[in-house]
Structures are given as structure tokens and as C-alpha cells.
């Protein structure tokens, strides 16, 4: 049984695989409607269980999509409808569920919890985000930027802003996939020193820089997400914009790239904040494409936690 709980945890080789897997799936359904059946059929008389403790847009809707495409069924729950947290240990949790499920998708806060979840899971878990991590995103972006620019490896990712769970997993990525970090932003707001350090172990070059104009100079892309995350504090927000404005991604910095440098963002983008409507709707922007990647990236990601 395989979990998918974070990229730097998983076989390098296997996450190759998985990208190719989702680039054949996509290329397989060009012009289908989106609620057309994959041929494979692949999760037939599977029940998969995606759980919520925080918001989601794109990844409860690409899952649950993804899910169908492949012929399977999914339960949704989120928030306060189901138990986790309110007496019942994950443990347990963890022990029922797997008696009624096939596969888990958990979006939880602390990282403990998907771990202990999956410790105590009979069936895989995947990894939807934590306050640490946000894997499938940044399997979707690698995706995403090897569908437009040709292989990651040897390229200069730039990172401006908040060095939270989405640039920890791009550190990871650096690591499995051999591209070059920059992380710009505060001093107090750079990432935590395991991920750095987990991906100069791998070989990938980290650079922490508090330069937003000197970080994103020869980078192939530029990459940013909101300056307050789902796990911080709402009062946060106004101390967070004063110290992160000068990480702004705007055209201005982006012209310190190179000319064609592309853009990314997790979304949803705070627009004006992190980023502005030049950048995010600008030529070099993808991310858009990187939403909709989510949808074939996790469809591989499943397949390859079932073995299918
Ligand atoms: N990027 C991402 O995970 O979006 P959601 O929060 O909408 O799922
Ligand atoms: N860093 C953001 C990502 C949202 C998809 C958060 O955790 O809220």
C-alpha cells in the first residue's frame, strides 16, 4: 500500500511516473466533456473519502471530478460533519474509514494528523494540504512547467514572498527533480530549515535571499501565494502586507527574470496583494493551467497509490 504524504518521501522515480501517467490521461481526453468517462475506467467500484478541515476550491473539486473521470465514487465531508477533532482520535477515525473507503484525501491543519492518519489507515492516504506541506499542488506545477518549458531540471525557480507549506514543497520538489531554489522574502518568513536542508541533501541548490530584485535575476519562474495562509491568524494581515509588500510579484519585478520567465500561483490569488492583474493575467502566466493540472496530476497520484 502506498501513501502519497509528500514528494520528497516518494521514489523519484515513481513521481516521474506519475507525471508522465498524467500527461498521457490529459492528452487521452482532449475535446471529451469533462464529465465523459477515461477509458481505463481505472477507479471502477472504488469509494474514495476526501476530507475537509480547511476551505478548498480546486483541490475538492479536482479530486471529486478526477475521481468520476476514472469511474470511481467519492463522500465528501468537511468541517464540523465529521468527527476528527471533536473526541474521536485520528486513529480511529483512520481505522473506520478505511472499512468503508478505498482511498483517503485529507486537508487537515497540523501535519500530525495526516501522518498518524495514515499510520493507522489499511487503505492510502494523499496528502491535500497541511499547515508544512501542499504536495499535489506542486506536482501539478512541475507538470505545468515542463508542459510549457521542457524539463525542470537545472532551472532556477524563484520564490517571493511567505515561505510557507507551498514553498516547502517546492523545496521538496528541488530535491526529487533537480532545479535550483531562490526563496525571497523577510528573514522571519523564510522556510523552515529541514526543508532546505532535506533539499541541498538531495543536491539542489537553496539560496535564501532578502533581494526580491537580485532572487528572481535568471530565474525561469516566478512563483508566489498568498501572504496569509489558511492556518494564520486573520490579525496577522496587516502587519504580513507591510512587511511583504517589497516581495510583491509586479510587473516591475517580474522584468528582472528572464524575458520568458513564467508565472505561478497556486491560487486562489489575493489579487493586488501578492501579486498584480498584470502578472496573473499577463502572457507569462499559468496558472490557470496549473488548476486545471491538479485534476490530471491527482488522477495519476490515485492510480499509483492503488497500483492501478
Ligand atoms: N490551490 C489550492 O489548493 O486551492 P484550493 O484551496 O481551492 O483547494
Ligand atoms: N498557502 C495557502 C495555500 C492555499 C492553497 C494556504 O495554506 O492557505
Redesign the pocket.
Known amino acids: 500500500m502506498r501513501h502519497f504524504l509528500d514528494i520528497h518521501s516518494t521514489d523519484a522515480g515513481d513521481l516521474r511516473g506519475i507525471l508522465d501517467q498524467a500527461k498521457s490521461m490529459k492528452d487521452a481526453r482532449a475535446g471529451r466533456p469533462r464529465g465523459a468517462e477515461d477509458d481505463t475506467r481505472a477507479l471502477a467500484g472504488r469509494m474514495v473519502a476526501l476530507l475537509f478541515e480547511?476551505p478548498s476550491t480546486?483541490?475538492r473539486v479536482s479530486f471529486d471530478v478526477g475521481t468520476r473521470q476514472l469511474g470511481g465514487r467519492t463522500i465528501v465531508l468537511s468541517g464540523s460533519e465529521i468527527q476528527l477533532g471533536h473526541g474521536e482520535t485520528i486513529a480511529d477515525t483512520a481505522r473506520v474509514l478505511s472499512r468503508y473507503v478505498d482511498l483517503v484525501m485529507i486537508r487537515t491543519f497540523e501535519e500530525e494528523s495526516l501522518l498518524e492518519l495514515a499510520r493507522h489507515a489499511t487503505v492510502p492516504v494523499i496528502n491535500g494540504?497541511t499547515?508544512r506541506t501542499?504536495p499535489c499542488?506542486v506536482m501539478a506545477d512541475v507538470m505545468t512547467f515542463e508542459e510549457h518549458r521542457g524539463p525542470i531540471s537545472g532551472k532556477r525557480v524563484a520564490w517571493a514572498g511567505?515561505g510557507?507549506?507551498?514553498c516547502a514543497s517546492f523545496l521538496h520538489a528541488a530535491g526529487q527533480f533537480g532545479f535550483e531554489v531562490v526563496v525571497t522574502g523577510p528573514e522571519d518568513l523564510i522556510p523552515e530549515a529541514e526543508f532546505v536542508k532535506l533539499a541541498r541533501a538531495k543536491g539542489a541548490s537553496v539560496e535564501l535571499s532578502s533581494d526580491p530584485v537580485k532572487a528572481v535575476r535568471g530565474a525561469d519562474l516566478v512563483v508566489t501565494?498568498?501572504w496569509i495562509?489558511?492556518?494564520d491568524s486573520p490579525a496577522i494581515k496587516e502587519s504580513r502586507r507591510r512587511q511583504l509588500q517589497p516581495y510583491q510579484v509586479n510587473a516591475e519585478l517580474m522584468a528582472h527574470a528572464k524575458s520568458d520567465a513564467l508565472f505561478m500561483h497556486?491560487?486562489?490569488a489575493h489579487r493586488g496583494e501578492e501579486a498584480t492583474d498584470e502578472v496573473l493575467d499577463g502572457p507569462n502566466s499559468v496558472v490557470f493551467d496549473e488548476a486545471e493540472n491538479r485534476l490530471h496530476v491527482q488522477k495519476a497520484i490515485m492510480r499509483w497509490c492503488l497500483d492501478l
Open positions: 480547511k480546486r483541490t494540504l499547515n501542499h499542488q511567505d510557507n507549506n507551498v501565494d498568498a495562509s489558511m492556518h497556486c491560487l486562489p
